[in-house]
C-alpha cells in the first residue's frame, strides 16, 4: 500500500514515520521547505507525492488546504482516496467533497480527535463522506483507530467541531486559572487541584492544555470561530465558545504565542 503524505509539519511528521514502522511504503512531501531527515522518501513537489499512490493524507492546515487539493487531483489515480485530515468547517469539508468528486476522486473527511503527539498514529479518528469507508478500512490495516461516520463529508469535522467546545474550552479555562494563580504565587496548588479531578493522567493533560493553548493560540482561535459557526447554524447558544474564542485571541497577540499546527 503506497501512502502519500503532504505536509511535514508535528502531525504531519508522524503519521509519516509511524506508518513506515508499520509497513507501509511512504513518500512525504514537506510544503515549506527541507527538513531534518526522515524514514522514507521524500517528493519534490505534490504532484510527484500522490502519482501511485492509494491513499492521500492531507495534512497542510485548513488554510492551505484547498491549494494543496487543487494541485494533488490531477495527478491522482482514479482508484485513489484523498483524505483530508486538516481541521475546517463542515461547509468547507463538502466544498472540497465536491472539487474531488468532479474529478473522480473520492474523498475522506477525517477528524483527529486529539493531539498527536500524545498517542501518535493510534490517536482516534472519525471519518465520513464517499471515500470513509475505503479510508477507514486502510487506516486498521495498519492499526490505526478509526470511527465510519457516514457518507456525508463535513459530518466528520462537525463531531470534531462539539467536541472542541469542550476541549478548548477546558483549556482556556486551565489557562485563566493558572494565569490567576500566579498573581498569588499559587500556581503549583491550582493545578494539582484541577488535576485531581481529571483522573491519574490529570497533571500530564493539565501541562498539555497550558502548553498547547500558547502554542497554538493562533491556529486555534481561527478553530473556535468556525465552531461560533457551525453552533449558530444548529440554532445552539455558545456564550462559552465566544469567551473562549475571546480569551485565545488575547493569547494569540502576545509575543510568544504561535500558530503553527
Known amino acids: 500500500m503506497r501512502v502519500a503524505v503532504l505536509g511535514l509539519g508535528e502531525a504531519g511528521s508522524i503519521y509519516a514515520s509511524d506508518l513506515v514502522d508499520r509497513g507501509a511504503d511512504v513518500i512525504a512531501v514537506d510544503l515549506i521547505g527541507p527538513s531534518t531527515p526522515e524514514p522514507h522518501p521524500r517528493a519534490s513537489d505534490i504532484a510527484e507525492a500522490v502519482t501511485g499512490a492509494d491513499l492521500v493524507l492531507s495534512l497542510v492546515g485548513a488554510r492551505s488546504a484547498p491549494t494543496v487539493l487543487a494541485e494533488a487531483l490531477p495527478a491522482m489515480s482514479p482508484s485513489a482516496t484523498y483524505a483530508d485530515m486538516n481541521t475546517a468547517s463542515p461547509e468547507e469539508k463538502k466544498r472540497l467533497a465536491e472539487r474531488a468528486a468532479g474529478r473522480g476522486i473520492s474523498f475522506a473527511d477525517v477528524a483527529i480527535l486529539a493531539p498527536v503527539p500524545r498517542a501518535r498514529a493510534d490517536t482516534a479518528l472519525m471519518v465520513s463522506g464517499a471515500g ?82 500558547t502554542r497554538h493560540a493562533v491556529r486555534r482561535e481561527t478553530e473556535m470561530r468556525d465552531v461560533q459557526a457551525y453552533l449558530d447554524s444548529l440554532g445552539a447558544a455558545h456564550p462559552m465558545t465566544d469567551a473562549t474564542v475571546a480569551w485565545l485571541g488575547e493569547i494569540a497577540r502576545r509575543p510568544l504565542a504561535g500558530g503553527t499546527a
Open 132 to 213: 470513509a469507508e475505503r479510508a477507514v478500512e486502510i487506516f486498521a490495516s495498519y492499526g490505526m483507530p478509526a470511527t465510519f461516520a457516514g457518507d456525508q463529508a463535513g459530518a466528520a469535522a462537525g463531531m470534531k467541531l462539539l467536541r472542541s467546545v469542550f476541549m478548548k474550552g477546558l483549556a482556556a479555562l486551565a489557562f485563566e486559572s493558572v494565569e490567576a494563580a500566579d498573581a498569588v504565587g499559587e500556581r503549583d496548588w491550582v493545578i494539582a487541584q484541577m488535576a485531581s479531578e481529571l483522573g491519574p493522567n490529570g497533571h500530564e493533560l493539565i501541562e498539555h492544555l497550558l502548553a498547547g493553548t
